[in-house]
Nanobody
Framework: QVQLVESGGGLEQAGGSLRLSCAASGRTFSSYAMGWFRQAPGKEREFLAAISWRGGMTYYANSVKGRFTISRDNAKNTVYLQMNSLKPEDTAVYYC?????????????WGQGTQVTVSS
């Protein structure tokens, strides 16, 4: 069982930056690939980024490539999403996800989400 708790969301102006954190419980964090998704009101949940269990491989959606960076610290059981050059369309609830083994879209665990609001 893995529990995920996101933090770091909030209100930011367009062009600004935020760093989201996702703290995982359990001793097997390093066995999981981790990812970030978001969901805006009235829209489907959207994949943003993922990182392999060792951190050697990363994957990004085209919509955030070059602006967002995913990283992880297995010693701290934490995955991060650094978000730069924020746009109003980045406004959404951001979710952390854990996938056992190699990354896939069959998520095993979800966090509860953290709200990010970007003002113009």
């Amino acid at each position: 069982q893995v529990q995920l708790v996101e933090s770091g969301g909030g209100l930011e102006q367009a062009g600004g930056s935020l760093r989201l954190s996702c703290a995982a419980s359990g001793r097997t964090f390093s066995s999981y690939a981790m990812g970030w998704f978001r969901q805006a009101p009235g829209k489907e949940r959207e994949f943003l980024a993922a990182i392999s269990w060792r951190g050697g491989m990363t994957y990004y959606a085209n919509s955030v490539k070059g602006r967002f960076t995913i990283s992880r610290d297995n010693a701290k059981n934490t995955v991060y999403l650094q978000m730069n050059s924020l746009k109003p369309e980045d406004t959404a609830v951001y979710y952390c996800a854990a996938v056992y083994g190699s990354w896939s879209y069959q998520v095993d665990y979800w966090g509860q989400g953290t709200q990010v609001t970007v003002s113009s």
